[in-house]
């Protein structure tokens, strides 16, 4: 409790009431001299807070713990139709507020170590109950209009032996303003002051909405949070589920504002996952529309690649976009990355600091596990009159492995449908462009390649089949082998995958279906072609003559009953 300055005359300040004391932060620690005796075993807490904290629980855990019941009502920053209207909207706010004020400046894998038995504390409090089933600690936020950003800082405690007492003042609800900051506080013990100040919180959550369900769960998660390297997850987490992006970005910027995947977004990387665990690798063409958030879909893929030790990833943009996909990589998912700047021959990171180099080849040593390198050096990086790739783009091709892992985990290429042939007169086959043929070579050297375009149907039809050849290098389940019919008539591909034609026998389908074969689990048709010439899962090019045995099994009656028989040989004939 302060005093009057030593000669201060009564003639000049007023007597203060033996009611209200006044605490100041310069003279003493607020929570010794206040909080923490007042709240050991009270009764109630109620409490107009500009925002809510966990950090209080490292200020008063325990007396936290002991009090009744416990009503904080605080900042929400939403309008009141959004605020009652959109609770994905309240929860995004609410979100974003609770993280940029909740660690500080400390990152969260810093936070939880250092620090969590607060998060255990308050996710033990937010789901306490009374004895009659009501929560002990009830938190509510309040819109902008009835309470434009909320600075009025006040608290009714009702103590233990039933007295109550209230204060004002600066203090918010938080660590460092109990404990660090320079504040200001009066405390009020009579009648008139608790009932204004009862009166005060009372009005303001009446108005407020209880904290929305996605605060409860992020501290329970911080609460459980444990720490372990992608490669030591069990097996089931890296399959098609979505519990491996999950948890791979619910502590990146974007779920740190109260953002997240978009359902579509969450399809593509969950596709990508059950491709990598099926087929050992994913050759994914995006074609979303302009504006739904492509750049982010691939960019999480790309992420992931990184994080289970698949290699390097390889971002392949027009130069116009390559700031762009870096700081969306950093300001959405935290990912560091460096952009090569062709001109000066230096990697740039995302904080602009330059990486010196020495030279052209250096391209290839890339500061981060996340590369992005403009087209514009490949599409200018092949020498037609010696046919041969220089510089840059020479070195890309070349990359060696490291031990263990492909030259690139995964080559991603945005603004695919740069990346074309062009039909020659007389000539059977199209003469690709640069960056068409670069994205052959390097596609035969990375595990994943993801292509990305807002235009694929605007192009001729023969520009998404070289998209797709990019696909199917060295990926057999994509168009099969080198002899299979997808890779050597492109005419006949484009007339039986458009319906325009359809093979009338089962020997003329039979190339088609075989080359590459479906997995057994598309349909029991596969399954049981698979099963009858015990063709294994992982093979997905059939030699020519399996036709000829696959016929005789049906012919002499020993592959499946008759009416089995006659549906699989149906389908076959209108494959």
Not at 87 to 107: I, P, V, Y
Request: charged content about 25%; some cysteine.
């Amino acid at each position: 409790m302060t005093s009057l300055p030593e000669g201060a005359g009564s003639e000049l300040v007023p007597a203060i009431p033996s009611s209200l004391r006044r605490f100041s932060s310069r003279l003493t620690r607020l929570d010794h001299a206040f909080l923490r005796d007042r709240l050991r075993g009270a009764r109630q807490y109620d409490r107009i807070a500009g925002y809510f904290r966990s950090s209080i629980f490292e200020v008063a855990a325990e007396e936290l713990l002991s009090v009744g019941r416990i009503r904080v009502v605080c900042n929400s920053d939403l309008n009141p139709e959004d605020l009652r209207a959109s609770k994905e909207a309240r929860a995004s706010a609410m979100l974003q507020r609770w993280w940029a004020g909740s660690t500080g400046d400390a990152a969260i894998e810093l936070d939880t170590l250092l620090r969590g038995n607060r998060y255990a504390r308050l996710k033990q409090m937010l789901r306490a109950r009374d004895g009659n089933g009501q929560p002990c600690v009830e938190i509510r936020v309040v819109d902008k209009v009835t309470a434009p950003l909320l600075h009025g800082k006040a608290g009714v405690i009702t103590l233990a032996d039933g007295r109550k007492t209230c204060f004002m003042g600066s203090v918010n609800e938080t660590k460092d303003a109990w404990q660090q900051h320079y504040e200001l506080l009066w405390e009020d013990e009579s009648d008139e002051g608790i009932a204004w100040t009862q009166g005060e919180f009372d009005f303001l959550w009446s108005k407020a909405v209880d904290l929305p369900d996605a605060i409860i769960q992020e501290v329970e998660r911080c609460a459980d949070r444990v720490e372990i390297r992608l490669k030591d997850c069990p097996a089931w987490s890296l399959g098609g589920s979505t519990d491996l992006p999950r948890a791979v970005l619910v502590e990146s910027p974007t779920a740190r504002a109260g953002e997240g995947l978009r359902s579509w977004q969450k399809v593509f990387v969950a596709e990508f996952l059950e491709h990598r665990r099926i087929y050992g690798k994913a050759r994914l063409l995006l074609a979303d529309e302009v504006g739904v958030g492509k750049t982010l879909s691939l960019a999480t893929a790309a992420l992931l690649t990184a994080l289970m030790e698949d290699g390097p990833a390889l971002i392949l943009v027009p130069s116009t976009l390559t700031q762009q996909w870096q700081v969306e990589l950093w300001d959405r998912l935290g990912v560091p990355s460096a952009r090569w700047w062709s001109a000066r021959k230096v990697w740039v990171d995302q904080l602009g600091h330059v990486v010196r180099t020495n030279g052209a080849a250096d391209i290839v040593r890339c500061p981060y596990r996340v590369a992005i390198v403009s087209t514009g050096l490949i599409m200018h990086g092949y020498d037609q009159s010696t046919h041969i790739w220089k510089n840059e783009a020479a070195a890309l091709l070349q990359k060696r492995a490291r031990p263990g892992e492909a030259p690139y985990g995964v080559v991603v290429l945005d603004e695919a449908h740069r990346a074309r042939g062009t039909a020659e007169r007389g000539a059977n086959e199209r003469k690709p462009n640069n960056l068409l043929a670069f994205m052959l070579e390097i596609a035969g050297r990375a595990r994943h390649v993801l292509l990305g375009t807002a235009t694929p149907m605007q192009t001729d039809p023969s520009d998404l089949w070289d998209l797709m050849q990019v696909l199917g290098r060295d990926a057999e389940h994509v168009l099969g082998n080198f002899i299979s019919p997808w890779q050597n008539n492109l005419d006949r591909s484009l007339a039986l995958v458009s319906g325009r034609e359809r093979p009338q026998e089962e020997g003329d389908a039979w190339p088609w279906l075989s080359n590459p074969l479906p997995l057994g689990s598309e349909h029991h048709f596969f399954d049981h072609v698979r099963s009858d010439l015990e063709i294994p899962e992982g093979t997905f090019s059939v030699g020519g003559s399996s036709y000829t045995q696959l016929d005789d099994l049906i012919t002499r009656g020993a592959a499946r009953p008759a009416g089995e028989r006659r549906r699989r040989s149906g389908l076959f004939a209108t494959a």
